[in-house]
């Protein structure tokens, strides 16, 4: 599976962004799709996962309420929707492949098999 990520930025505090993640080589079925991001000088977080034939999402705290993930399945494209986005989250976002996982939606970095190359998200106070 290769994935291609998109749509990061320099933006203001309270600015939207949508970031997209193509993926190619393989249809997502019964797989898990996630997005995660990496601010300078901390570990990789989880911020938002889908299960992609059913569509269950689950979000990071941190996020809830202003990011939304969503996918369009026959583009085989992830999405992230950035709303009322903050300084703290700035990072560089990477989406991320979880095949056939065996936890609903996993959260930690090593439970998933393919990483896109990462955008840069840059939010400005």
């Known amino acids: 599976v290769q994935l291609q990520a998109s749509g990061g930025g320099l933006v203001q505090a309270g600015d939207s962004l949508r970031l997209s993640c193509a993926a190619s080589?393989?249809?997502?079925?019964?797989?898990?799709m996630g997005w995660f991001r990496q601010a300078p000088g901390k570990e990789r977080e989880f911020v938002a996962g889908?299960?992609?034939?059913?569509?269950?999402?689950y979000y990071a705290d941190t996020v809830k309420g202003r990011f939304t993930i969503s996918r369009d399945a026959a583009k085989n494209t992830l999405y992230l929707r950035m709303n009322s986005l903050k300084p703290e989250d700035t990072a560089l976002y990477y989406c991320?492949?979880?095949?056939?996982?065996?936890?609903?939606?996993?959260?930690?970095?090593?439970?998933?098999?393919?990483w896109g190359q990462g955008t840069l998200v840059t939010v400005s106070s």
């Open positions: 991320a492949a979880s095949i056939l996982p065996a936890f609903e939606i996993p959260t930690i970095p090593r439970h998933y098999d393919y």
């Open positions: 080589g393989r249809t997502i079925g019964n797989d898990v």
């Open positions: 889908i299960r992609w034939r059913i569509g269950i999402t």
